[in-house]
């Protein structure tokens, strides 16, 4: 999931608590129109129609649950999945004559992986594609030595990139690439 | 706050689907007749038994109250971007923490200057380096120089200018 994405669950979960703790704090100071202060959290007339509409009720729990559940396995997959929408299939491109040409997503970015690291400056490199495959987003990661020339770096990966769109015949529609450069060494 | 995130919602997540599974094992087996996973009775009891104005429910709504408000804050408050944009227009990236570590660096290695905290904040749009230092007065300008010449080396945006605040050392009595 994105930061993004973090950021919108999050303030949903505070509003949430906000709006959750100021009702139980308004019921507790005897503010809250209909909620008696002096009266229990949970009445016996409460707990006595739960039991009365057994097993529909125990059941709904089982479903609420069933869904609380679901919703936190989601959310564990896509947390552990990484960021979405990586293309992990295949580039297609229609021919002028009949036929397709496929090329696997996974072996393009293995080997713009290895034009960027081909540079002694670049100790590592990512390479993640998105979006649509004829004109994908490209987002590349290096990691750059302490001694490595950036401008050099720079001119080197634009270049791997335009030898990538040219080979795969594919132009990205979108270039981000961050730089993580390590400490010197003074 | 990036990774406080995504921690707590892996945590979130986790709990979600434990106490999830566990309502759902135990309403079924409540709807089965069968000796219930958790002993409940004891829960209903102390729920039945807590009044609205007791000062141990206002503690709780209080809690969630300023866990809410803290959380709301952390979320909605202005954070420190995780890049710098080098040029727009080709879409290069530096790494800010990394930038900043090599400005310290270079602010260090300056003679005269003991200790440096190099930092990047955003002004009026632009990025701005802000140097700390502790040292000869006399090196501001040379601490300037160094941090112009590793922006260039890391073919960074030159800034308008390098706020450099230089505290003299101290003499030990």
Redesign the interface.
């Known amino acids: 999931?994105t930061?993004a994405g973090?950021?919108l669950?999050?303030?949903i979960?505070?509003?949430?608590?906000?709006?959750?703790?100021?009702v139980?704090?308004a019921?507790?100071?005897?503010t809250l129109p209909g909620?008696?202060?002096?009266?229990?959290?949970?009445?016996?007339d409460l707990?006595d129609r739960w039991r009365m509409a057994?097993?529909w009720s125990?059941?709904s729990?089982?479903?609420?649950?069933?869904?609380?559940?679901?919703?936190?396995?989601r959310?564990?997959a896509r947390?552990?999945r990484g960021p979405g929408g990586t293309l992990r299939g295949t580039l297609s491109h229609p021919g002028r004559r009949p036929g397709r040409t496929r090329l696997a997503a996974d072996v393009l970015t293995d080997a713009l992986v290895r034009d960027l690291t081909g540079n002694p400056g670049v100790r590592r490199a990512r390479v993640v594609l998105t979006g649509a495959p004829p004109h994908p987003d490209v987002w590349i990661r290096v990691d750059l030595t302490a001694d490595a020339?950036?401008?050099g770096v720079?001119e080197h990966?634009?270049a791997a990139v335009r030898r990538f769109a040219a080979t795969a015949h594919c132009q990205p529609a979108?270039?981000?690439?961050?730089?993580?450069?390590?400490?010197?060494?003074? | 706050m990036?990774t406080a995130?995504?921690v707590?919602?892996?945590l979130?997540?986790?709990?979600?689907?434990?106490?999830?599974?566990?309502?759902?094992?135990?309403?079924?087996l409540?709807?089965l007749n069968r000796p219930p996973l958790l002993d409940t009775a004891s829960w209903?009891d102390t729920?039945?038994?807590?009044?609205?104005?007791?000062p141990t429910?206002?503690a709780?709504?209080?809690?969630?109250?300023?866990?809410?408000?803290a959380?709301?804050v952390?979320?909605?408050r202005r954070w420190t971007p995780v890049?710098v944009s080098?040029d727009e227009r080709?879409?290069?990236?530096?790494?800010r923490r990394?930038?900043e570590?090599?400005l310290t660096?270079?602010a260090?290695?300056v003679p005269g200057v003991r200790r440096a905290r190099a930092r990047l904040r955003r002004h009026d749009g632009q990025w701005r380096p802000r140097v700390r230092a502790t040292g000869d007065p006399a090196a501001r300008a040379e601490i300037e120089f160094a941090v112009h010449q590793e922006l260039h080396?890391?073919?960074a945006p030159r800034p308008a200018r390098v706020d450099v605040r230089l505290l003299p050392r101290r003499r030990t009595a």
Do not use: F, K
């Not at chain 1, 979960?13 to 100021?22: F, K, P, W």
């Not at chain 1, 729990?61 to 396995?73: D, I, M, R, S």
């Not at chain 2, 709780?60 to 408000?69: E, F, I, P």
């Open positions: 999931m930061n973090h950021r669950l999050w303030t979960i505070a509003l949430l608590l906000v709006a959750g703790g100021a139980a704090l019921a507790s100071l005897g909620v008696d202060s002096a009266a229990v959290l949970l009445s016996a707990v057994a097993p125990t059941l729990a089982a479903a609420v649950g069933a869904l609380v559940a679901l919703t936190g396995q959310l564990l947390e552990l020339p950036a401008a720079r990966v634009h979108h270039l981000d690439v961050t730089a993580r450069i390590e400490p010197g060494h003074p | 990036r995130n995504r707590a919602s892996v979130l997540a986790g709990a979600l689907l434990i106490g999830g599974v566990a309502v759902a094992v135990q309403a079924v409540l709807s209903l729920l039945s038994g807590t009044r609205w104005r007791e429910v206002r709780v709504a209080g809690g969630t109250l300023l866990l809410g408000l959380i709301l952390a979320q909605v890049r080098a080709d879409g290069w990236y530096l790494h990394c930038v570590r090599r660096d270079a260090s290695a080396r890391l073919t």
